[in-house]
């Protein structure tokens, strides 16, 4: 399903946010390709996008760190990470998804 996002954002930057199928997705550029996973912390819900390192996303919110390759929790959260989210639906591994650019130019997301 493609995401109406031209392509050409990943000159400028190397990580963006984008909905896919309601979901806030954070799709990275690496060398090699894309990767995206859901841009939802699984520790309290905060949004997933301001810190991206390499292969690693870090919640700005508790600092828990997330590989954007398997979705998982890598890190755990460094203030009551007992604490479980309030999204039923948000547990890590956080759900990855394939990220190609299409032949029209445009970011083009799937489920695996
Ligand atoms: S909400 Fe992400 S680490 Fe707490």
């Not at 309601?22 to 550029?29: D, E, Q, T």
């Not at 604490?83 to 299409?102: G, H, M, N, Q």
């Amino acid at each position: 399903m493609k995401v109406r996002v031209l392509a050409k954002v990943f000159e400028e930057r190397d990580h963006i946010l984008v909905w896919f199928k309601g979901r806030p997705i954070l799709v990275v550029k690496r060398p090699e390709g894309l990767y995206a996973m859901d841009a939802v912390c699984a520790h309290m819900g905060c949004a997933l996008l301001t810190e991206v390192d390499g292969y690693y996303a870090v919640c700005p919110a508790h600092k828990a760190k997330y590989d954007i390759r398997t979705g998982e929790m890598v890190e755990r959260p460094v203030v009551r990470p007992e604490v479980p989210c309030e999204f039923e639906d948000v547990r890590p591994p956080l759900r990855t998804y394939k990220a190609r650019i299409s032949d029209d130019g445009f970011l083009d997301i799937s489920d695996f």
